[in-house]
């Protein structure tokens, strides 16, 4: 599974972006997908997650600004993030696996896009 991952760049503080992933000649039907962030020097860090039947979950430090999604097809999954901050900036990944369950660490999703940088800045 060959993920990309779209939609990074610069943006003001209290501004939005959307990202987006995609995978080429498959769906998400049956493999949970979630967006990772890893900012300079700092660990990858979990940041939301959906699974194939649709649960979302959001790490505690983006929830009420980030929303994870999928299309109705399961070929996109997207990561709307609002209200952005500074602590934001990162490059952000989109991850796959085969699990039901949503995994919050980066050890069990063995597909990975190639990260799209979001700088929040002034």
């Known amino acids: 599974v060959q993920l990309q991952a779209s939609g990074g760049g610069l943006v003001q503080p209290g501004g939005s972006l959307r990202l987006s992933c995609s995978s080429s000649g498959h769906t998400f039907s049956r493999y949970t997908v979630a967006w990772f962030r890893q900012a300079p020097g700092k660990e990858r860090d979990f940041v939301a997650g959906i699974n194939w039947s649709g649960s979302t979950n959001h790490a505690d430090s983006v929830k009420g600004r980030f929303t994870i999604s999928a299309d109705n097809e399961r070929t996109s999954v997207y990561l709307e993030m609002n209200s952005l901050k500074s602590e934001d900036t990162a490059v952000y990944y989109c991850?796959?696996?085969?699990?039901?369950?949503?995994?919050?660490?980066?050890?069990?999703?063995?597909?990975w896009g190639q990260g799209t940088l979001v700088t929040v800045s002034s």
């Open positions: 991850a796959a696996s085969g699990a039901a369950y949503i995994g919050q660490y980066s050890v069990e999703y063995p597909y």
